[in-house]
């Protein structure tokens, strides 16, 4: 690779690359295209690692797969990490020495996930995030008898892993920090539900269980805990989301207080050629102001426009994200923020509940628990950036 040249040069092999290939191909462009990811495995659509690939036979990994390659004719180097950009020379520089010259260069290296410092990785911990994270898990479990298994963090990969091990035979222990699970996110009574879920199901939450370390050994992993003492497991699967990857950026783009790479409502960085999207982006969104979002329709239609517009595009990227997850037979959509130390306001509704997020001044979140339509309505009410006096009022708004 140490001679190479591509018109578009993308660093980062997930969703949002993918993504952006097609892009660059819906546009037109016929250039070369570049995919240089670290992971061994092609780029995969995360949000089945936690679900359907446990759940649903009907998935496996060959099915979900994306055909990034044969799509795109994109050239994919795997097992290869980006560790600096020459934007002078207009050329990245790989972990092993090599340089690869771009005309437009996209970065979507999303994040690493957040770690414990005194929790190691090994092989009976996993943070879990890739591919690989996922066949290892299953390879685990399938090789032992109803294993204990020990997931760490109460946010939605936690949630959904929880869910899809207990309904594997394993025995799953939920350790998190809050008084009830999803507290932080949804509304006293959903958070309710939606604990009572995972309590039916055969799950031991335990509330107030922050893991400040552990160690493993050669039969199982010791977690200790804040509060003092500690659990035995036979495994820990750790989600307790995600860094941004931007370590081989220093210097190079601007970055923001968050951690990700600030671009533009062109997805442009601070750098000349250089833009970013997905994960690791913080973008102006119309909506909801200037914003990092760690979630699947982000990446994709962002990765996407970025695409349209390295290969010559003059459009903005205006599209407000929704997200998403399923554990047991409950889905909730949201968009904007879930914060329930916010006044929230439920409504219930045939099948569901539709909760409001309100700040002083403007609805700034909808949940639409249990609901497969509303997105649409619920961002067109973000975007009046208003609110009634009375939040109740609000009931029968979006009905789905
Ligand atoms: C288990 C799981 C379940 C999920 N479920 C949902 C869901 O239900 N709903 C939802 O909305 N979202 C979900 N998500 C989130 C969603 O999958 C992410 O938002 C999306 O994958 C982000 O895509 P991305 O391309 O921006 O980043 P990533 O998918 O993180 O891809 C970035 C890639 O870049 C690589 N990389 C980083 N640094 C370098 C470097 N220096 N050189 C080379 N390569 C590098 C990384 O290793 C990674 O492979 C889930 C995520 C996970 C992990």
Known sequence: MSTEHHQFVIVGAGMAADAAAHGIRDQGAEGSIAIIGEEPTMPFPRPALSKKLWTDPDFTVENTALHTVRETDAQLHLETRVVGVDTDAHEVRTEDGRTVRYDKLLVTTGGHP???????????????????????????????????????????????????????????????????????????????????????????????????GGAESADGVRLELERGGSLEADLAV???????????????????????VLV??????????????????????????????????????????????????????????????????????????????LETFVDEVEGGAVAYYLSSTEVVGVLLWNLDEGVDEATELLAKHTRPADAADLAGTITP
Not at 161 to 179: F, K, S
């Open 114 to 212: 957040r770690t414990i410092t005194d929790l190691p990785p090994g092989e009976r911990v996993l943070y879990y995030r890739s591919l690989t994270d996922y066949q290892r898990l299953r390879g685990m479990v399938e090789a032992a008898d109803r294993p204990h298994v020990a997931v760490v963090g109460g946010g939605y990969i936690g949630t959904e892993i929880a869910a899809a091990l207990v309904q594997q035979g394993c025995r799953v222990t939920l350790l998190h920090p809050d008084e009830v699970l999803g507290g932080p996110m949804f509304p006293a009574p959903l958070a309710r539900d939606f604990q009572r879920r995972f309590t039916d199901a055969g799950v031991d939450v335990r509330g107030g269980a922050t893991v400040t």
């Open 264 to 341: 533009d409502e062109r997805l442009r960085t601070s750098a000349p050629d250089v833009y970013a999207a997905g994960d690791v982006a913080t973008y102006p969104d119309p909506v909801l102001g200037r914003t990092r979002v760690e979630h699947v329709d982000n990446a994709t239609t962002m990765g996407r426009t970025a695409g349209r517009i390295l290969a010559g595009s003059d459009e903005v990227h205006d599209h407000t994200p929704m997200f998403y997850s399923d554990v047991f037979d409950l889905g909730y959509q949201a968009v904007g923020t879930l914060d329930s130390s």
């Open 238 to 260: 750790v989600g307790l989301g995600i860094e941004p990857a931007t370590s081989f950026l220093d210097g190079v783009v601007d970055l923001a207080e968050d951690g990700g």
